[in-house]
Structures are given as C-alpha cells and as structure tokens.
C-alpha cells in the first residue's frame, strides 16, 4: 500500500513512535493474557494424576499418556472425524446459502424483503433449551435421529438470519455500477454474480466460512439430544461425557482433547488471513 | 413476482417430507415400538422357569464404558442358556438415564442399564421402570433393598455399593488416624502449614461445602434429612439442635483451620485432590472413585473409615451405590429378570471385583468373601464405612435439599450467617420450596 | 432492479376479458385449473401436484397431528402427548406453507389471465419458457426460499413448541407416556407470579443480569473492536502470528477455558492469587493482597466479566477486522489532507463504517449474554452463597431458571413460560434499539 506522505514535523515523527511503542505493548500484553491461562489448562493434559492445573508449573515430570489413552481408550478419534465432517458440510453449505441470500437482499427488491430477515432474527433471540425435545421428535419423524445431517440442517438453519444480513451489508459496500455495467455488457444474473461481485467479498467469506466451520467443535447440547450413539458423538459431546459423571471426572483427558480442538481451528485462522488482507480494493486482482 | 421454479422446490421437499412419514406408519402408535424393538413380545408367558421361553429374544443393554468389558466377559454364558441374543452399547450412564423418557418411547432405549441409587427412585415413580422381583437368596439385606425401593415397590437390583472413607498418606503419618481429636492435633503439625495463608493447615481436608461429603458430620452429630428414614417432607432435620452443633463444628474447621479456598465449592473437591497428590496433606475424605487418580499421582496412600467424630459417634456417610434397572419399554421384561439376577449373582459380582473394576459389590456373599479375605485395604474399608451409612431419600423432593444444604454450609463457614441462623434459613428455602413445587 | 408491478398504468379491461379473470382466479381455488384455464399446462401440473402430495400428507399424518395437539393424548401409556403436541407443531409449520402456495397460486392465476387479456403473446406456455421467465424475474426468489426453508424449521418450530409447552402441566408428575399431559391454558403463568416469595429475588437476579449483560458486552466490544484496530495498522511485522494468537480463546470450547478459568481463580492456590498477583506485586508501589475471587460475590461478578471479555472479543475483532478492509484507503487519504487526526479519523470514518455493518451483531451479542448460561454455570454455580429461593449472588434469570427447572423435578412448563417472558423483556429492548439506531432497516 502505497502511503501517503505527510510533512516531516517532527511532533508527527515522535507521535508516530509513540503509536508503535504503544500498539507492540498493547499486543504483546493481550497475547500474555490470552497464552498464560490456556498454557494452564494445556498442561494439564500433560500431568499424571486427574485434575486441572491451578497455575503455570513447568517442571515436570511430564507424561503424554493422557493422550495415549484419548487416542486408544476412548473414541476420540471416531469423534474427531464426525465433527469434521459435520463442520465441513455445515461450512460449505451455510456459506452458500448466505451468499446467496446476502446477494438477493442487497440487489434485489421482492416481497417480503424487509419483513421476513427481521421476524426470523427476532424469533431467533428466544432461547430454545427448553424445547430441545422438539428437534428429537422432529428427528424421529423423518428418520434424522442419530443422522448426522440433521444436525446440520439445525446447525445451519440456525446461522442463516444473522450471517445473512451480514452479508447483505457487506455486499452493500460494493458499487452498484459494478452490476450496471456488467448487465450493459449483456451478463445474466448469476454471471454478474458469480464473475463481478463475489470476488469483491471474498474476505467476508472467509469469516463467515470460518464462523461456520467453528461452531460444531463447541456446541454440545443439541449434539447431546440428537446424536443417541457413541459413535456418532461430536468431539464437544464426546468431551462432555469425560466430565459429566460428577463423581469420575476425566478431566485430563478431556484437557488433551480439548488442546486437539484448538489446533485445526487455529491453523484454519492462519491460512484464512489472507483473505482478510486482501481487501476491497485488491479484490479484484486473484490470490 | 413468483417463479415456478420455487413452487417446484417447495412440492419435492413436501413430498419428500411425505412420503419420508409415510414410510413411518405414522407415530405413537406400538407398531413402530415393536419394530424397532425387534423382538417378539413376551407377555404372553406366566412364569419363565424354563429357560427355552426365551430363545430367539434379543435384550439390549447398555453400559458406560467402565463396565463394557466385565459385561462383554459374561455375555456368552448367558446368550447360551437362555438361547438368547444381547446386544451391548457403551453410553455414559447419566446420559443414558436422560435419555430415556424420550428413546424409550421412541423405541430406541436399552431393555437394561444401570443407574445410581438416588435416581432409581424417581425414574421408578415417573414411570420409566419396570418393578423388579429381588430373589430370595440372601444376596440382599433390608438395606440394600430400601436402596431401590419407592412407594414400596422396587425398581432396580442392587449392583455395587460405594461410601466415603478416609485416604491417608503412608509417607507423611504412619498410621491412620481414628478420632477428629487427632485431626485437629495433626493440624498444628508444620508440615501441613498452608504456604499463602498463614495460620492455616492443610493436615486434613473434607469438602464440606458439598452435601454429599457434609451429610456424614451432619448425621453423625444426629441430624437428618427427612424424618420417618427419609420418608416425611414436613420434617426437615438439618436445623435440629444436634446438626447445629455439627455445623458450628464445620466453621471452626472453616474459619480456623482450613484455607480459603476450602469454600469455594466448585473447586474445593479440586484443591483437595491436588493438595494430596503434591503430599501437602495427609488426609482426606472421599469415595472409592478417587483411588485411581491417587494412584497415578503416584500417592503411597492408606484407606481407613473416616474418623469417629468429636461426640464419639461414627460419621455416617450417604450410603451410595448403583443398580441394575429395566425400562418400562422394555419389550422383553422377564428376560430382562433374568439378565439382572445373573448380573447381579455371586460369582459375576466377584468378577467384577476381582479382575475389572474393584468396585464393591452389593451382594451380599460377595461383601463377605471380600472381607474374608481383608487383602484389599480400600474395599474393606468402604464395606465397612457402609455399614455406618444412611440411605439416601429416594423421593423427588430430595433435588431441593441439595441447593439449600450447600448454601448453609457456605453462609456458616464464610461466617455470613451463625450456625443456628443458615441452618434455619436453609431449612426455611427448602420446605418453602417443596411446598411450591410439589 | 425495480420490480415491473409497480410501473403498471391502470389499465381498464371490457366485459369479456373481466369475466376471464374472474373465471380464472375462481378456478384457481382447485390449485392448477386456473393455470389451465390460462392455458399453462406445465404450471398446472405443478400445482395439482402440490395439492395432491398435501391431501396425502394430511391423510396419512396430518389429520392425525392436528387431532393429537388438541387432544394431548387420551389413554397413557398408548399416547405421548408430549410427542403429539410436537407433531401438532410441525403440522401447524407444514400447512402454513401449503396455505402461503394456496396463495401464490389463487394470484399467479389471476395475474397471468390480466396479462393474458392485455397481451396474450408475452404469456409463457411452454415448459421451458416459464423455467426462463422464472430465471430472469424470480432470481431473488431461488436465492432465499431454500434459506427460508430452512429457518422455518429450525427456528420457529422450537419456539412454538416452547410457546406450546407453556400452556401445558409437563412438569414431573406429568411425564409421558406414563402420564398424560394437559392443556391449562395460562395457570403456568399464574403460578409464576404468584410466588410471592420469589419476588425479592426476583428483582435482585434481574438487576445483575441487567448489571451484567450491558458490562460484559461491552467490555468485550471495546476490546475487540481495539484490537481489530491496532492490528490494522500497516507497519506491524508478525501480523499473522499476532493474529492466530488473538484468535486463541476462541478456538479453545468456551466449556474447558471456563472449567480452567474456575481452577485460576481459586482463593488459595489458583493462578491469579499465587503467581499474577506477586508477579504484579514486583513492580515499585504496588501492594495487591490476595483476593477473594470465589467466596466473595463482588469479586466474583469482576471475575465473570473480565473473562466474558476475554472469552468474547476475538469473534468482534475478527469482525471489524473484516470491516476495516472494506474501508477504502482513499478516505483516509482524503482526511489526511484536510488535516484529520488519528483520533477524528477513527471517530468520523472507521466507528461509523463499523457500526453500520455489525451494529445489530453487537445488539445480539448483548442478547446472547443476557443469556450467557454457561459462563456463570460452569464459573461457580451462580455462587458463592445465595440471595434466596435457589438462586446463588451471581445467577442470572437464565441459570436461575435452571435451578429451578432441573435436577431430579424439572418443570418444563415453567421453564418455557419464563423462557417466553424473559424473551420478551429481550425482544422488546432489542427492538426499542433497532428502531432507535435503524440497525435492521433496509433501504427501499
């Protein structure tokens, strides 16, 4: 990015290092904050014995059989391939139809545009705990129980209103004339959308892809009433079992699972922020 | 403007839904049950002595992944005298439990699994378990029995059982200590100062802020629960002079002894483990189930009964313990009998013992033989803190007593409040609240 | 993109092609025969089947459904209501959608015989014409009923359910199938208020859910929307790192960094009193006792939130991160030069661009931690201690309905019932707001 450049004053140059010195301050201090208490919870998953850690102790003696057993004692790595799988479709297939349906609100007008977005994002404020069974019925009825695609079709149907209108406002930013001029050069609707905008929005996608991919590792309660078998567990809900039963906590193996969820969702963060650089107006160049 | 392409849409997804509820046959009624059960249905026969009126039923059970191999172990004998088939899934016990008054209707539940002590009772009276014939073989005493009993039926058979003792570590004290007195003289030992908060001792540690671990004090000093054994919801005796005593008794430990997190209920069972695996205390109070994690700390550790209390009587533990249950959706009601008698008969419960998970079994013949025997110090232990052990109240008014006894013992030993004062108060929210809600 | 409807003249038709119209929109109450009065036989088709398939869906299922949510049931053991009243909720959800195609069928009938009476040639017969018209004219439409689909199911069946519910006696002596549940119209309501004793309690809990709704929220908000502005910053090296570590409490389940969070915070060993406090304590000046963070209420409330920010700003930060990007450079570049200040540069363009975008996602971040069950579940209970009738000093209504609700008596009737009226109090706030700050409004 080409920056812009300023007279030398030299008040601006000191106020300059200052905003350096204090924006490395600021970052270095949030990642202590934010690295020491997971470092605690991660050691624990590397102690013998069955108990979270209450600080930071770095000397040993150190075991990575709580991993062994996760690994050979328990169904953990069934359970990571099912999540996986659950959050890729849940992914790929919410990121659809919020694209979309982001791109219908921004670009078009029809009925019921502006009443129908708002009542679901409303409806969508009341908590449901108390009628998780209506899922489980719901389920039995057309034969998703234990299935993991209905559990998606939840997981997704549940994402759309607010990603939904996210996108909408994000498509916003983009200029109409984009559109005007490439219907004067005689694109169709989906071409105009496919060629010219959605590679505008590109950033937008990646977060929501990674919102979407995110949110089956954490959610274990409609996991819980869905999925009947061990089996078919998600790992939240194959994690829950670890420390459910009060009085025989596995908390360490539950601390050495929970450290695998981490790491896949962190290196998709990494490889996304590209996308997040690439802004709107180098949206148009590939890669 | 609409399209036809959306109308197209819509019609498939109708008629997929359709046709997905036709294939069902529609709900709620038993075809589907039975079909799912997949098995022929038993009610039909009177008795079932002869083995043959059995075969070709299948019966599922399910388990938590603690007892998948000790049932697997026994599976063949019985498939092959019963010429039956079983099938065995691993779900987590208290997950099971929660589900069953939705898969059970659905068709989908276990014909047999085992539950806790405390909730045999109320899954019982709400109707998800089948009554149990319990065999007359002196496998069971009147104790045992009034674990699994609600409204003078019994819904379950007794399994194994569990109570509070006393783990003591070998390396810091060379015998278990037998009083309260020697606790408390153990606390002025240096050893056991609590580093961070001067004064305080760390010598030995209960979590008290949890009912299950107080109630022994409790009852010890002479309080209770309900009155007539667990029985009448007017009479709630934890603010009885006796249980103030013991809860006074509790504050000193609170205010005097112990460091503050000791209060913290959430952790408190947490800092108790941790302290005694680092060897910063010598001992503690807790069920069979800590063993193993003592052990991988790598603990030489002890197991006595808790103490006799300051008042020279026995601290008086909840008595604990699981059981095997049927579900009243069962289709296959008295194969699964069957099934709970042969678990529950004296060699697979030594088994059990023996070569899987060393818990202690309920039957009877098998307690003695352990005791007998008096090798393994931790179930001799428990078998006998269990004879000092009271039955939990297996009514559903109990869920509320276990919120109002927490709060009295954190409002009295954080010194919010007297003794007499939490105690009163406590019993005050939980008679007010039986009375709202039942 | 203007829809054509609202260019149209009024146009006035002769008697004969009056009659057609009429004639095809009387038709059309038997979905398709308008349309093959109209000459449209693919769309006919269409309908009919529409119609067929739901005849055979009331027949085999829906009847049966209906009757089942009126009746709750009459013989236990053999009917569940609770199953019943689920099912008569779905049904409900599928004849709301054959009524809305009831709909669109009796107006496409007679919209295509009042184009038809104007000019007969533009009318599309065949199949693949009305496909092409259906392409260029209900684009919008492809691209959102398959969403809405969706949403119906998986949003509004569980709250009419919930809603349902309320108005039963599925409470623990009422558990299907042994026991039948029953309608009792609003008595849950009235035993909710009724509880004079809850009251007191009532308005404690509620003043900390407020206290701590609008706290946590916004500290969050502040941290994240920060952040995501430091970091934007161009000359920064280690971006990416930076970047994957912000995103931490985020990746690891809320769940677990909780449970640890419980264990850091403990008065006696945790980490914050025995290793950040002396570490702080090294500095010159500054003395920190040990802090009573689980067994005293205020410090627990400190606590809680300072961990709901710290659990909650990443998801804003990579938000606004994704906002600022949006932003064109030449804005700045043009502040610049009117001599704008870093601090009037971020005042006048970057927070408005923000909010303009993620306004209502910050409104529902407050919403979400109005009902932020487990992080004052798992932190400590609601506790330490309690404010009477079952709720712990830092329960809010959420886990204070929970207590209530759960264990081994659960009262699912008055759950849902507290559900309802907690979500209006929501709702009602939610949309003081939108309308307040035009969040949700769309430009025509």
Known sequence: MAQFKPKKIRTQKTSRRLNKVFTYAYLISLSIIIIYPLLITATSAFRAGNILAFDLKLTGPWTLNNFRRLFQETLYPQWYMNTLKVAITTMVIQVTAITLAGFAYSRYRFIGRKQSLKFFLIVQMVPTTAALTAFYVMALLIGGLDQHWFLIFVYIGGGIPMNTWLMKGYFDTVPLELDESARLDGAGHFRTFWQIILPLVRPMIAVQALWAFMSPFGEYLLARFLLRSPENYTVANGLQTFINNQRDQRVALFAAGAILIAVPIATLFFFLQKNFVSGLTAGGTKG | ?438 | MADKESKKKTVVYTEEQEKNIKKATFLSLVPGLGQLYNKQVFKAIVFFAILIIFIIEMVVFGAGALEGLVTLGTVPREDHSLFMLIEGSMQILILLVFILIYAINIYDARRVAKMRALESKSVNYTMKSILLNAYNNGFAYMLTVPAYFVMLFAILFPVLVTIFISFTNYDFYHIPPANLVDWVGFETFASIFSLSTYRDTFFDVFSWTVIWTVSATTLQLVIGILTAVVLNQPFIKGKRIFGVILLLPWAVPAFITIMSFSNMFNDSVGAINSQVIPFINNLPFVDIPSIAWKTNPFWTKIAIIAIQGWLGFPYIYVLVSGILQSIPADWYEASVIDGATSVQKFRYITLPQIFAVAAPIFVTQYTGNFNNFSMIYLFNEGGPGSVGSGAGSTDILISWIYKLTTGQSPQFNIASAVTLIISAVVITISMLIFSRTRAFEMED
């Open chain 2, 1 to 438: 403007m609409v399209s036809d392409w959306k109308k197209t849409k819509l019609g498939l997804i109708t008629a997929s839904a359709a046709f997905l509820l036709a294939a069902c046959g529609g709900s709620g009624d038993s075809t589907e049950s039975e079909a799912a059960a997949g098995g022929d249905t038993a009610d039909t026969t009177q008795t079932s002595d002869a083995a043959g009126d059995f075969s070709g039923q299948t019966l599922k059970v399910t388990v938590g992944d603690d007892y998948t191999s000790f049932v697997e172990s026994i599976i063949p004998s019985f498939e092959e005298e019963y010429g039956v088939t079983i099938e065995l899934a691993e779900i987590d016990m208290f997950d099971n439990l929660e589900a069953l008054p939705l898969d059970g209707p659905a068709g989908l539940g276990p014909d047999v699994m085992i539950a806790p002590y405390d909730r045999v009772g109320g899954l019982g009276l709400q109707g998800h378990l089948l009554e149990v014939e319990l065999p007359d073989d002196g496998r069971y005493d009147s104790m045992d029995e009034l674990q699994v009993t609600a409204d003078a039926t019994y819904f379950g058979s007794p399994f194994v059982i569990e109570a509070l003792v006393m783990y003591y570590n070998k390396d810091l004290i060379d015998t278990a200590p037998t009083t309260f007195a020697e606790l408390e003289a153990l606390t002025e030992d240096e050893r056991f100062a609590f580093a961070s908060e001067a004064g305080k001792s760390t010598a030995f540690l209960a979590n008290w802020v949890d009912f299950y671990n107080s109630y022994g004090l409790l009852a010890g000093f002479g309080g209770y629960v309900f009155g007539e054994e667990g029985t009448n919801i007017t009479d709630v005796g934890l603010n009885t002079p006796e249980a103030i005593e013991a809860i006074e008794y509790a504050q000193k430990w609170f205010q005097e002894i112990w460091p503050q997190g000791m209060l913290d209920k959430t952790t408190s069972g947490n800092f108790i483990d941790d302290q005694f695996i680092s060897g910063k205390t010598a001992a503690i109070t807790n069920g069979p189930w800590g063993a193993a994690s003592y052990r991988d700390g790598g603990v030489n550790y002890g197991v006595a009964p808790v103490p006799t209390l300051p008042n020279g009587e026995a601290y008086a533990p909840f008595a604990g313990g699981k059981a095997w249950v049927i579900s009243s959706y069962s289709e296959v009601g008295e194969l699964a009998q069957e099934w709970l008698n042969y678990v529950t008969n004296e060699e697979n419960m030594m088994a059990l013992f023996t070569d899987y998970t060393n818990e202690i079994p309920a039957n009877q013949a098998a307690r003695k033989q352990i005791t007998d025997a008096g090798d393994n110090e931790l179930a001799v232990a428990v078998i006998e803190q269990y004879n000092t052990a009271v039955p939990m109240p297996n009514i559903p008014e109990m869920a509320e007593v276990w919120t109002g006894a927490e709060t009295m013992m954190f409002d009295a030993g954080s010194n919010n409040k007297t003794a007499e004062e939490s105690a009163n108060d406590s019993v005050e929210i939980i008679k007010q609240n039986i009375e709202q809600k039942y």
